[in-house]
Nanobody
Framework: QAQLVESGGGSVQAGGSLRLSCATT????????MGWFRQAPGKEREVVAT????????TYDDSVKGRFTLSQDNAKNTLYLQMNSLKPEDTAMYYC????????????????????WGQGTQVTVSS
């Protein structure tokens, strides 16, 4: 049974930084796409960034480009999201997810493509 567990969320002031972690177990981490998504109160869940865990290829939503950085530790089956220059509009519950049906090409930005999800970690940015 695949499990994804997020950690690292918290409350920071605007301009601050946080590093989220997504520890995975129960499947072959280095074969599929993974993504970070977020959902603010009253809003739909949206993609933040994706990574092809085979080759490290990443994509970022325009709203976080230049501020957020994905990285991974394949030995620990863990995905990270370094978030710098945080803004109040980054406030949301952040989720990591795995697309275990991925075979090749670019990682999808569609939520429905991701079949395993963590429980989320809250990020709150105050102005």
């Amino acid at each position: 049974q695949a499990q994804l567990v997020e950690s690292g969320g918290g409350s920071v002031q605007a301009g601050g930084s946080l590093r989220l972690s997504c520890a995975t177990t129960g499947y072959n981490y280095g074969r599929y796409c993974m993504g970070w998504f977020r959902q603010a109160p009253g809003k739909e869940r949206e993609v933040v960034a994706t990574i092809n865990t085979r080759n490290g290829g990443t994509t970022y939503d325009d709203s976080v480009k230049g501020r957020f950085t994905l990285s991974q530790d394949n030995a620990k089956n863990t995905l990270y999201l370094q978030m710098n220059s945080l803004k109040p509009e980054d406030t949301a519950m952040y989720y990591c997810a795995a697309d275990r049906r991925f075979t090749s090409g670019l990682c999808s930005r569609e939520l429905g493509k991701y079949d395993y999800w963590g429980q989320g970690t809250q990020v709150t940015v105050s102005s």
